[in-house]
């Protein structure tokens, strides 16, 4: 009941945090998207970018995310402000499950369906954009998921250099030992991530072809 | 099988629309796939490529639409190289029907067949009526127009294929074992349609099989290959009176398969 009131009373905070949250998540992934689409479509394609681009997305993901924040605080433009710097850095993990996902959906068609597009004369930029890409559309969309998830988690923290969202709450409970503070953050943090999931997870089964 | 050779020798004095010269294919790992390959096909006929699997003839066939690209020698389409013609333009003017159907799973029968057209900036009435036009060509119920290819049997979705294949009336077809996954009823069944449409249509046809009776009954000429050349190209009859060890071992096994089926009946 406690708890309860104390949701009422700090309402519109948390309202005004989850909002900052989202909009990191939000951001960042449609970054991720923009980025790592292409990048995604350029290693299935052209098997010499496999390997580079797939390695350097495993390679940010093995950074601690406390150390990647720490990292870019001192890089000019944007160490100015926490939430470019937040941004960045969430994009940076989005960018691994987007990329991955891209390649296997765009490898998983089938190859007599690839092959008979090409057959009939359809350009590399018609395949891409009639065939290919609608046919890993599930799958992109399943690697959009993950990092969407990923980021609600990862943008708690970057409440610790600055950047607001819910880790605000989180953090501010630690030090104070207020257990209400932790959960105003944490139990919204965990609503969002589950209704991203569920969400998405809801959308990529209906694009999945049959 | 009359009609095609009385056609044949009608156009055979024109250039041919397919020729390969003295052409070569090699894996880009130097494996040598095709040797040396001359043969041409001429307008209106049938040619069969026949041989095992791993003989060359599906390199043979995606020579021809440039799938693949000669490492040596050339193939000519309707006289031009083709490597020097456009190869969106070259592929749009032949069919292309293979086994595995490649049929687009997240389109309608309807929009797999006006797929070319579409892409070719057909009006969609034109390409609606086109499309009806095809499937009853092909033998299928209009009504199936809005199914997607997994709601089809076996035999429907090839007859797609080849719906498909025709749409933007090309003059050339390729067709790389379309029946070989069909059970020998149904594959009966469209061999039989396939000579009654080849006769209402008249196209040039390369087809690629490694069964004997299908090349006899389809092809007006056989062309023998065995690893990565070309053994002899026969008509039909030739083929089963020739002296060529491989011919020969072809109609043994073939002649084999009908006899012990017969004592298997008696």
Known sequence: MNLFHFFLQNRDQIVELTLEHLWLVGISTLFAVVVGIPLGILSAHWPVWNRPVLGTANIIQTIPSLALFGFLLPVPWLGDRADRLAILALTLYALLPVIRNTYTGIRGVDPAVVEAGRGMGLTTRQLLFQVELPLALSVILSGVRVAVVVSVGLATIAAAIGAGGLGEFIFRGLAMVNNQLILAGAIPAAVLALSADFGLGWLEKRLRPQ | ?266
């Open chain 2, 1 to 266: 099988m009359l009609w095609l050779d009385r056609n044949m020798e009608r156009t055979s004095a024109n250039h041919p629309v397919i020729e390969f010269r003295n052409v070569d294919y090699a894996l880009p790992g130097g494996q040598q796939l095709l040797a040396a390959l001359n043969l041409q096909v001429q307008k209106g006929e049938t040619l069969v490529l026949l041989g095992r699997s791993g003989s060359g003839k599906t390199t043979t066939l995606k020579l021809i639409n440039r799938l693949l690209t000669p490492s040596g020698g050339e193939v000519r389409v309707n006289g031009t190289p083709t490597t020097q013609s456009d190869v969106i333009r070259l592929r749009r003017g032949i069919g292309y029907v293979i086994q595995d159907v490649g049929l687009f799973p997240h389109f309608t029968v309807e929009r797999n067949i006006g797929l070319v057209p579409r892409v070719e900036g057909w009006t969609p009435e034109r390409i609606h009526l086109r499309v009806e036009e095809l499937m009853q060509l092909v033998g299928l119920d209009p009504q199936m127009a809005s199914r997607y290819p997994h709601q089809l049997s076996g035999g429907q979705r090839q007859r797609v294929g080849v719906a498909r294949a025709l749409a933007a009336d090309p003059a050339i077809l390729l067709m790389d074992e379309p029946f070989g996954a069909l059970d020998a009823l149904t594959r009966d069944q469209l061999q039989r349609e396939f000579l009654s449409l080849q006769q209402r249509l008249n196209k040039t046809l390369v087809f690629v099989t490694h069964d004997l009776r299908e090349a006899l009954r389809l092809g007006s000429r056989i062309a023998l290959m065995e690893s990565g050349r070309l053994v002899a190209v026969l008509s039909p009859k030739e083929f089963l009176r020739s002296r060529d060890p491989l011919a020969a071992a072809y109609v043994r096994a073939f002649a084999d398969g009908l006899d012990s089926s017969n004592r298997g009946a008696s």
